[in-house]
């Protein structure tokens, strides 16, 4: 936990333990409840938004939306970025990566991010009820993001480059981890629309259908690229974040 922390998030924890492939597995199986853990944790405001100042909604769905990607430390969204720009350039695989590589964002990636994160305050924005459904609903979607990198770091799916940590962590979570932890997302998701009074068949599909859609993005991306990287970890979080709010919201 202290490596996934000093690795995932902006806590100010430091890991003095060296860091090897092993350690980096082992740390990435916390990464689903580490989403969850700060979804909750940035939905806050717009729960009090909510209760003592509802007409500020969309207020606090930007506040939460912007402390998400704060406790990140903005990576994700860097990710989304440069993978939208390198996919979007139609360029060969070697190309597109070195289009990925550069540190300036295109276009396409200001773009992503643009969408990405007006449909999470759009999203957060809708929810009605309890106060604290749309902070349910963050911790659901964040962790929910998490899990599709642990389905993209499957020993079944290439890694693009040999170097970074992409390459890192590629094909270091077992069938079993993989299967494990996206029964105990889907179980919280169960739990967590008992505890807001909220659609039980709507919490389970949409978490469901927003990894069959990322699945797909996976895939094209594996297919343009040879294989994903670090980048496109951080853009699978982004959208199976924004896919799984979206289900939320609309159910």
């Known amino acids: 936990m202290r490596t996934a922390l000093a690795l995932f998030t902006i806590a100010p924890v430091r890991d003095a333990a060296t860091l090897t492939r092993e350690r980096a597995a082992v740390a990435l199986r916390w990464f689903p409840l580490l989403g969850a853990g700060l979804g909750g944790l940035a939905a806050l405001p717009l729960a009090a938004v909510r209760a003592w100042a509802s007409h500020a909604t969309l207020l606090g769905a930007v506040l939460a939306v912007g402390l998400l990607a704060l406790g990140s430390r903005g990576l994700h969204l860097d990710g989304l970025a440069d993978t939208a720009d390198g996919l979007a350039s139609r360029a060969p695989a070697e190309r597109a990566l070195s289009i990925m590589h550069r540190s300036d964002i295109g276009p396409f990636g200001a773009l992503a991010i643009v969408l990405a994160v007006l449909v999470d305050v759009a999203a957060l924005a809708a929810f009605t009820g309890s106060v604290w459904r ?49 029964g105990l997302v889907l179980g919280a998701a169960a739990g967590l629309a008992v ?57």
């Open 195 to 251: 505890a807001v009074h909220a659609s039980l068949a709507g919490w389970l599909a949409a978490p469901a259908a927003a990894l069959l859609i990322v699945a797909g993005v996976r895939w094209h991306a594996t297919r343009r690229l040879g294989g994903v990287t670090g980048d496109v970890f951080g853009a699978l979080i982004e959208i199976g974040t924004a896919l799984t709010l979206t289900g939320l919201a609309l159910s």
């Open 134 to 182: 749309p902070v349910a609903a963050l911790a659901l979607g964040a962790a929910t993001g998490r899990l599709a990198v642990l389905h993209a770091a499957h020993p079944s799916v290439p890694s693009a480059r040999t170097t970074g940590f992409g390459a890192y962590i590629a094909g270091s979570v077992s069938t079993s981890v993989a299967v494990l932890e996206t």
